[in-house]
């Protein structure tokens, strides 16, 4: 569509957006201020020493705390939303 | 806007209570109680209340931006990122950026400064084939930039997807990335970025003091933080024309435009409850920043407050 080498957009709905892999320089847990390890199967930030994960919704990164899904050994696989 | 008058002599004499309150803890938050424009309401409630106003508002921001400001707005967005004077290379975070102004002004800045630059190159050599020429312009196709980024953050999801959708239109794409955050609590590690830009964004945080705390955090050394925001005009007479046309006419215009009045209600009492120019210099003090200064634009309905990280 428009002349741009920006991240991937041309598939349809099956295939979530990636994240801008520059931006993995900069972002860290809001929370600890600690880096974060992507998760391409699961398509999120993982912050392993607090055990939380962080969403990415059409390629934008959902960095707000309240929006992160536990990752700990609980039976439910998502909607496990932080109190 | 009728029923304002007689509620404005009530609201007077709290909003000097609660500013005296707030002067003396000056960028702690004042108690559980905060200002959701002129209501007072709890933190947990503003934050939510705010949310939605921009949910509800940002399909028809920018067009509620020309509107209310009558185009202004472009210009005072224009001055801000030529104060900033990006050269190419520069490392961006614009926080509250939900639609992309800064950001795309910011690449529009650097591409057109790094043009210049490759045309001064160029001027200096020479003796130069044709081949060797168009070599140049090959290689640099690919840093239009010249490695410039610009990071927007918001904590509105509707204000982002509405920003992407821009840049998609607009064709930006390199050098543009978007990050959902909140500006008390960012998603970025410590020394940088080159510059910290929040533009219209700063009032409606809730704890001003933490985001001032973290835009310092993130910033490097010698990094420079520009706020561009509503302030307060001193001049009487501008002042009660500046009143008569926020209270009377934006509220409406937000009406018949985005069909909401409540929200652009709260827009203009926002502007009114937040602190003047002295005292946001002195905020932005606290939290560490050097040469500290503002600049009036429009005898002080908007203000570009300027700090450096040392």
New interface residues.
Partial sequence: ???????G?GSGSARPQPL?P??LR??????S?R?LRYEEATNELVNEELGIA?PII????????E?ARTTKKQPPAEGSKQP | AAGLCPCWVLLASRRAALRALCGSVRGLAAGPEMHFGFQTVTEAERREKIYQVFENVAKKYDVMNDSMTLGLHRVWKDILVRKMNPCPGTLLLDVAGGTGDIAFRFIDYVRSVRQRQLQRKLKHHQNLSWQEISETYQENK?KSLGDS?V?VCD?N?EM??VG?QKA??H????G???????AE??????D??DVYTIAFGIRNVTRTDLALQEAYRVLKPGGRFLCLEFSHVSNPLISRLYDLYSFQVIPVLGEVIAGDWKSYQYLVESIRRFPPQEELKAMIEDAGFFKVDYQNLNSGIVAIHSGFKL
């Avoid at chain 1, 900069?26 to 929370?31: D, E, Y």
């Avoid at chain 1, 059409?58 to 705390?65: A, C, H, Q, T």
């Fill in positions: 569509r428009q002349a741009s080498g920006g991240a957009q801008e520059s931006l900069f972002l860290v847990c809001p929370l201020k880096p962080y059409d390629g934008i990164p959902n960095m707000i705390p929006a | 690919f980024q990071v904590i999801k982002l997807k992407k998609q239109h064709g930006y794409s390199e543009l990335s978007w990050v959902l955050g909140n609590e960012l998603p970025f590690d410590d940088k970025f």
